[in-house]
């Protein structure tokens, strides 16, 4: 054997050759008697490294080849080995722990190590050893690793040798729990009596510290226990049993990790696992505590501990999160009746606490925020904190009224304050207190910060709404008021201003308004309320007023102090978006923000869909200055809705430019007129009307949008349409949006030399105008319109594949054409009866057929000729699934809504079903889809998520297909079993099943499905058995076996046999025939039935955990 | 838009580009970078500092030597988009290189190369074996060539 060496004196050839030594070595069969002697006698510190191990490897391989009293004496042996020797490298000393680990953690796994004599060891391990001498450390080490095999996996370990994690391992019994945990507690006692502890003994406390932590993260639920352990500590809560009682409640133990706390805080490291020791303390819960006066104990000593601990420190930047932990563990867990059954000193003491510690935490996240560094701890524990506070103030009803009001103008005030400038705020301040100024580069994917900071939005939102008295009366409205007069031109002023104003929007958006998704949003009750109290001291003719002018200063309102505060939070966001309208009219639109812009139209969005036309009959109670300025049937709402419109409107003409600005602009739009109420009067507009027509005539400025932002502004259009007008309003409207679209496009078309002019850029344009404008249309389909909809857009796809064969050379025209289809597709099947779905079905069929009549024995030389047909084949397989997607998602009422519409048409005329037309349309994609293709992930995922699908849903049609495309299919499913990612590996074994079930069904044998399911279940085998594969697989691939191997049993014992056969060794033969044996005893003779498979499923986890490391020993 | 077109007259007198605000380009369209016609592969948007405005940053392909062109604007600004045609031709012969080309018409040019790429390969294969098919021509600029072929449906 090779020894490492400077790299002068040996060379690559030599060291790589040594390595694969090492390798080879390590996969030798039963090395044991080799390796010992290597530990014994070798003194270079790789070699016993691996020797270690090459051990732990083989134990684990051989495990089920290996007498019982040789792996007991294999133990012995290296834990004496470490223990003699303190002085060994600490990376061997550690390897060597390791197998220890491994190997009594494979014995729990059949009972072969008896854990109670390992703890008796443990123990005396840890009482043995004169403390000041070098054995104890080791001794401790030994324990606290040997503990440690209890809790952990070692996954790692199993997983270079299996290729595989091990099946499920027992859990530690809860007893052995506790006693890990006493021995803990002792030994960190001890520590934490000691004076300045050395390097090495602190490395052992650091040990003791982490096993006290895994102990207290244990998840105590019955039976995932470990998944949930292993995957995500932080987030189990401490749940002890009654049993726990003496080993938790004792108060000392609390002391004892606060004592260790204020010891070690300054490692950062060390100071890490000994609050989050704390943070699970906090969250204790459950049947541990015997009544309620014990939890109220528990908890009094919990935040007493607490308090005295951060009020006698200075906070580490380290230990910021983890206080941050203990304190929402405790507000999450505690009850509520737990909370306030506190002493009301302590606990007023604990919200002072709070609300410092949380202000703080906020300024400093500012502050690293400006140094933009790479580890945010302040923003994190600021996050928590401000979410603590959301829990609490959201069971306000629980606490003395009105305690947390003070508490919450505080942190909203901070809130504020960081992220205003000088004077007002220290927003930009470093700690020198000089501002600083940055022109980063933003590119298109960094969030908005209403996205990017939503949760402590919402949190300072529900907190202004708390202090509601305080805050709507004057902060934000004013600043607002302050702020918005862009006297100066200074671009960095004016930028400092923009992001005050930026930030005070995003506040009173998320004060006003919540934005839950899907529901009706309400007005928060909070609002409501303060809303009614002051209604009697508020003048509702002025509150109108200062809402009618926005262009006038509120101050120059005589009165304006007796108006509706949350209307003049509105009309304060008016005015600022007043000022900007003007700004552009004046042609200040360079000097403007356009992300100010953003937020104005997002703020107006939030508020209109909560609060314009508010349904009365939602609310218990309701304020009379809000229901009289925005109600049903007001002045006020028919004001604003025109305001909004106007806004809208200008907007898009003056900010195409700024997409994202454009498209939260015709956001509103869609809000506005999405509701049949608020439509009903939008469409009363004159300016609605305008811009309909502006937008029909494609002329500047709309035309200069966005291709995304003109077909959400078609939508909304004809959304608009449906809205309440009399009949010849209607026909009016629909002759000024719809026909135009039309009418141009049929002149067009229709005209005798179309294919000849077809190439001309302006012909082109406007096909893709109206193509454009079809998908808007199809977007805006809802259950109501989808009647008239769906026969618009049917007249204009029969043409649009006449278009295919004009544009069959364009593929830039022939992208959009399919996306028409897949937009009337996903938008309208599912509300589609019978007829109108053949309607459509018909249709894309065609399409696909043109398609593929023109694109077989092309070719093409261009750079993207290949992107172009990738994006092509992605929108058809998704044109296929959308189409699929009606066999279970299905609104449509037997033709309900074209009742009236269409004569009735005998159901039994139906022939066509989806899957017809999906197998007939990926028999047309099939020929084109080639490996190379199938490397674009998401072509990949989408063509194999389609073909499971359709085997899964129509297994019975697979039978009948052309034998060309069965080939295919079956081609395609191999490929993507073998040699495609596991995500598409699985989704293949998904798909046999099914597949398998139906040859059992049909009980004809030697049809091309029973031979390609014969073939199937021979790789199935393969990979289960004998290759490297995943473990998330192992379900997938179990199930697929399972109803092969009851398909084809006679082949299964065959393959059986033959893998048997091959095998020379006798010791080894006989364990997998056991194994084989075992592995079908539960469910002989195979049948499809449930219970076998789950039967079936169980033994197959442990006969990969078995057989797997027996197939690999060489 | 449509009153500064006139779809009846025919193909002269067209201009070779037209200007197109930047915010309006798309992915998969065309635009002129450096000079030259480029399909747009890449398009995003950017802003210096939060306040700061939209500019578009573009990555086009040159449609006849498929080099690569980067460029940045402020999404105000107009940018050159080329016209683009395509066009098919029945191939008649080869001479010398140079294709014969007949249009729907049966008007003969003879005035494009071989292309020197695969596809020109493609169409010499062919019209040593004899097989009827289409070539199609990309125009753009002023400039013209060979990009694709399509074997005619056996009629």
Redesign the interface.
């Known amino acids: 054997v090779k020894l490492p060496a400077p790299p002068s004196m040996v060379s690559t050839e030599q060291r790589q050759h040594a390595e694969h030594i090492f390798l080879s070595f390590r996969k030798s069969k039963s090395p044991f008697a080799i390796c010992k002697h290597i530990l014994e006698t070798s003194k270079v510190d790789y070699v016993l490294f691996q020797a270690a191990t090459a051990i732990m490897e083989a134990v684990v391989r051989e495990w089920i080849l290996l007498e019982k009293t040789s792996i007991e004496s294999l133990r012995t042996f290296l834990l004496t080995y470490v223990l003699q020797r303190p002085n060994l490298q600490k990376y061997v000393r550690e390897q060597i722990l390791l197998a220890v680990a491994v190997i009594v953690k494979r014995g729990s796994l059949d009972k072969s190590i008896n854990c109670k004599s390992i703890f008796h060891e443990v123990g005396q391990l840890i009482s043995s050893g004169n403390p000041t001498s070098g054995i104890q450390s080791v001794c401790l080490l030994v324990g606290a690793s040997l503990c440690l095999s209890f809790l952990c996996f070692y996954a790692s370990a199993f997983h270079s040798i299996f290729s595989f994690h091990p099946p499920v391992l027992p859990a530690p019994q809860e007893e052995d729990l506790r006693q890990i945990f006493v021995l803990t507690m002792e030994v960190l006692q001890e520590f934490s009596r000691r004076e300045n502890l050395n390097a090495q003994m602190s490395s052992v406390f650091q040990r003791y510290l982490a096993l006290a932590n895994q102990v207290l993260s244990w998840n105590f639920l019955p039976p995932n226990h470990i998944l949930s352990f292993s995957k995500s500590a932080q987030n189990v809560t401490l749940k002890p049993t009654e049993s726990w009682r003496e080993a938790l409640l004792d108060t000392r133990v609390m002391d004892l990790f606060f004592t260790v706390h204020r010891k070690i805080r300054e490692d950062s490291d060390m100071a890490q696992d000994s609050l989050q020791c704390l943070a699970q303390l906090a969250s204790m819960h459950g049947p541990i505590f015997p009544d309620e006066s014990a939890q109220v104990s528990y908890l009094a000593h919990l935040v007493e501990g607490l308090l005295s601990m951060i009020n006698g420190i200075e906070i580490e930047d380290s230990e910021a999160v983890g206080i941050a932990n203990i304190i929402s563990n405790l507000i999450t867990m505690f009850p509520r009746s737990i909370l306030t059954a506190l002493p009301s000193d302590l606990f007023t003491s604990f919200i002072n606490c709070l609300t410092l510690l949380t202000c703080s935490f906020g300024r400093s996240a500012a502050l690293e925020e400006v140094l933009d560094k790479d580890d945010m701890v302040y923003m994190e524990a600021y996050d928590k904190l401000l979410e603590s506070w959301l829990t609490l103030v959201q069971d306000e009803e629980h606490f003395p009224r009105g305690c947390f009001v003070q508490p919450a103008v505080q942190v909203f005030n901070s809130y504020i304050q960081c992220h205003l400038a000088a004077p007002d705020g220290t927003r930009n301040l470093s700690v020198s207190g000089i501002a600083t100024h ?7 994917l960094q969030e908005d910060d209403r996205e990017l900071f939503s949760d402590q939005l919402s949190s300072v939102g529900m907190l202004g709404r708390v202090a509601a008295d305080h805050l709507l009366t004057f902060r934000t409205q004013q600043q607002l008021m302050a702020s918005s007069d862009p006297g100066s031109v200074d671009r960095k002023v ?2 400092d201003l ?2 005050d104003i ?1 930030w005070l929007i995003l506040v009173s958006g998320y004060l006003l308004a919540d934005d839950p998704q899907g529901e009706t949003p309400l007005i928060p009750s909070e609002v409501m309320e303060f809303s009614i109290k002051h209604s009697t001291e508020v003048d509702i003719n002025t509150t109108l007023q200062i809402l009618g002018s926005p262009g006038e200063k509120a101050s120059s309102i005589p009165g304006c102090n007796r108006t509706d505060s949350v209307i003049r939070l509105l009309s304060a966001v008016l005015r600022t978006s007043e000022v900007e309208s003007r700004a552009t009219r004046a042609s200040l639109t ?1 000097l403007l ?4 812009g953003k937020d104005i139209v997002w703020f107006l969005r939030r508020w209109a869909k909560t609060y314009l036309l508010m349904d009365e009959k939602l609310y218990e109670q309701i304020s009379i200055p809000l229901s009289t300025a925005f109600g049903p049937d007001t002045e006020g709402a028919q004001w604003i809705v025109g305001y909004l419109l106007e806004k809208v409107i200008n907007n898009l003409s003056v900010w ?5 600005l ?1 498209n939260d602009t015709v956001e509103l739009l869609v809000t506005l007129v999405e509701k049949r109420e608020r439509a009903n009067i939008v469409v009363q507009c004159e300016n609605w009307w305008n811009l309909a027509k502006q937008f029909a ?3 500047p400025p709309l ?5 995304s932002v003109q077909r959400t502004l078609m939508k909304a259009l004809v959304l608009g349409g449906f809205a309440h007008m009399d009949l010849d309003a209607k026909q009016q409207y629909w002759a000024e949006v719809l026909h135009p679209l039309q009418q ?1 496009f049929l002149n ?1 078309i229709n ?1 005798e030399n179309f294919a ?2 077809s ?5 082109k ?2 096909i893709v105008a109206t193509l454009e404008a079809l998908c808007g249309i199809a977007e805006a389909t809802q259950i109501d319109n989808v009647a008239s909809l769906f026969s618009f857009l049917m007249d204009f796809l029969s043409s649009c594949i006449g278009l295919m064969e004009v544009y069959s ?4 025209t022939i ?1 959009l054409i399919i996306e028409v289809f897949v937009e009337v597709a996903h938008k309208q099947i599912c509300y589609l009866g019978e007829t109108k779905s053949m309607k459509l079905y018909e249709a894309c069929l065609t399409l696909l057929q043109v398609y593929s ?2 694109n ?10 290949e ?2 047909q990738y ?1 092509d084949l992605l929108l058809i397989m998704e044109l296929l699934t959308n189409l699929l997607s009606k066999e279970f998602i299905d609104f449509s009422d037997t033709d309900e809504v074209f009742r009236g519409q269409e004569q009735g048409t005998p159901a039994s005329s139906r022939t066509v079903s989806a899957a017809d037309v999906v197998l007939y349309g990926v028999n047309i994609v099939l020929p084109l889809m080639s490996q190379d293709l199938l490397k674009f992930p998401s072509l990949c995922n989408q063509y194999y998520k389609l073909i499971t699908f359709i085997c899964e849903i129509f297994p019975e049609k697979i039978p009948q297909l052309p034998e060309d495309l069965f080939k295919s299919l079956m081609f395609s499913l191999e490929l993507g079993m073998t040699s495609m990612s596991s995500e598409i590996s699985q989704l293949c074994l998904e798909a046999l099943s099914p597949l398998a079930e139906q040859c059992a069904k049909n009980q004809e044998k030697d049809t091309p499905l029973f031979i390609a399911t014969r073939h199937f279940l021979k790789l199935v085998f393969d990979m289960l058995v004998l290759q490297k594969h995943n473990t998330e697989m192992t379900v997938a691939a179990g199930e697929a076996l399972y109803t092969l191997v009851c398909l084809h049993q006679a082949e299964y014992s065959e393959l059986v046999e033959s893998l048997l056969s091959s095998q020379r060794d006798a010791v080894i033969y006989q364990r997998l025939a056991d194994a084989f044996n075992k592995l079908t005893a539960s469910s002989t003779p195979p049948a499809m039935d449930r219970k076998q498979k789950v039967a079936f499923l169980k033994s197959l986890e442990e006969f990969v955990a078995n057989v797997g490391g027996l197939l690999c020993v060489k | 838009m449509a009153d500064e077109f006139d779809f009846q007259t025919g193909e002269s007198g067209a201009s070779s580009t037209y200007p197109m605000q930047c915010s309006a380009l798309r992915k998969n369209g065309f635009v002129v970078l450096k000079g030259r016609p480029c399909k747009i592969v890449e398009m995003s948007t950017s802003k210096t500092g939060k306040h700061g405005h939209a500019k578009v940053n573009l990555v086009g392909i040159d449609i006849f030597t498929n080099k690569k062109y980067e460029d940045m604007c402020p999404s105000t600004h107009n940018m050159d988009v080329p016209a683009i045609k395509r066009s098919e031709y029945q191939l008649v012969n080869i001479n010398d290189g140079y294709m014969c080309l007949m249009d729907e018409h049966g008007e003969i040019r003879e005035d494009l190369p071989v292309p020197n790429n695969d596809i020109g390969k493609d169409i010499e294969a062919k019209f040593e074996a004899s097989e009827d098919f289409m070539v199609t021509v990309l125009s753009a600029m002023g400039e013209e060539c060979a990009v694709g072929l399509k074997a005619m449906a056996s009629k």
Do not use: C, F, W
């Open positions: 940055d022109e980063e580069e933003i590119n298109e004016l930028d923009y992001e930026h360079q923000s356009p992300q100010m195409s430019s700024e997409p994202d454009a005539s494609r002329s035309h200069l949008l966005s291709r141009r067009l005209q000849q002019i190439q001309e850029e302006a012909v344009q406007e050379n364009t593929p830039e992208n009549k023109n077989l024995g092309r070719k093409r030389s261009d750079a993207t000729a992107e172009d994006q």
